[in-house]
């Protein structure tokens, strides 16, 4: 695969599934654009892509629940163009019917829903001059129930109708649109349930066990579809979701 000219924005790029795919697409020879809001952690990015030999990537500090114009309009500025949209950035809260609040549900719903039909909205003009297309990160969550997360489910599985409604709408003008649903994965994300390190450790543990591949997922899965997906290897494929899980969901497992 080869993104060799090809201007890809990865959000939610500072950490986890986001910055490995960012750094894997700029090996492949990607022009990357790197958003988040740490602008730390994204520099930390940006070097090691560039200590990497790939090319400079342009790092874009902003929220996606406020800043879609900005994304759009400092990546067409720097690069002129848009070939890739990867929607990525995401929050995991633990909530249930009995204790949600519509602050929090608001907030999710904000991040991992809304925030990716306003940048998708902004980005069309762009990946239409391109024949470009988008990638969604959505997850098992959104295919299943899973206890006490009731409103990231809801967001997830929201994105993947989302994700096909849009690959019906733009297929006409050559945009693809695809999601990649992974069961879990190593990073930080499990962290900001505030769990320690050992209890990160037992949740690991237990879905390793579940998993018919028997292991938990790394963020080289995760960007090797991602790559995959938003390739021209994939010209004929839209509106596909890709469960990238170790087999979990055939299991009947999350
Ligand atoms: P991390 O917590 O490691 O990374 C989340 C990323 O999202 C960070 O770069 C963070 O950047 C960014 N982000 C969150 N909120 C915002 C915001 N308002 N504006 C801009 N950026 C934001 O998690 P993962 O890498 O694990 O998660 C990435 C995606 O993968 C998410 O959508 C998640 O739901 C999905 N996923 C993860 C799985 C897993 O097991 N890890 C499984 C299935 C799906 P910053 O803090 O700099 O703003």
Do not use: W
């Amino acid at each position: 695969m080869n993104f060799k000219n090809k201007v890809v924005v990865v959000t939610g790029s500072s950490s986890g599934i986001g910055a490995d795919a960012a750094v894997y697409l700029a090996q492949m020879g990607a022009d990357v654009v790197l958003v988040g809001r740490n602008e730390m952690r994204l520099n930390d990015v940006k070097n090691q892509i560039i200590s990497n030999g790939s090319s400079t990537p342009l790092v874009i500090v902003a929220d996606v629940t406020r800043d879609c114009e900005k994304i759009i309009s400092k990546t067409v500025e720097h690069f002129g163009k848009i070939n890739v949209l990867i929607n990525n950035a995401g929050i995991l809260t633990e909530d249930n019917i009995e204790n949600i609040t519509m602050e929090a549900f608001d907030k999710m719903i904000d991040t991992n829903l809304r925030s990716v039909i306003q940048l998708t909205q902004k980005a069309i003009p762009f990946l239409e001059q391109t024949k470009g297309n988008i990638l969604n990160v959505s997850s098992t969550a959104g295919m299943k129930a899973v206890a006490n997360l009731m409103s990231y489910c809801i967001s997830k599985a929201s994105l993947d109708q989302f994700t096909k409604c849009v690959a019906l709408d733009l297929a006409s003008r050559n945009i693809r649109c695809n999601a990649i649903n992974p069961a879990a994965i190593r990073t930080p994300i499990y962290r900001t349930l505030g769990i320690d390190s050992e209890e990160e450790q037992a949740i690991f543990n237990t879905y390793q066990s579940r998993y018919p591949l028997g292991r938990i997922g790394e963020v080289s899965d995760t960007s090797a579809a991602i790559a995959y997906l938003t390739s021209d290897a994939a010209s004929f494929i839209t509106g596909t979701l890709l469960n990238v899980d170790g087999g979990a969901l055939v299991a009947g497992f999350d």
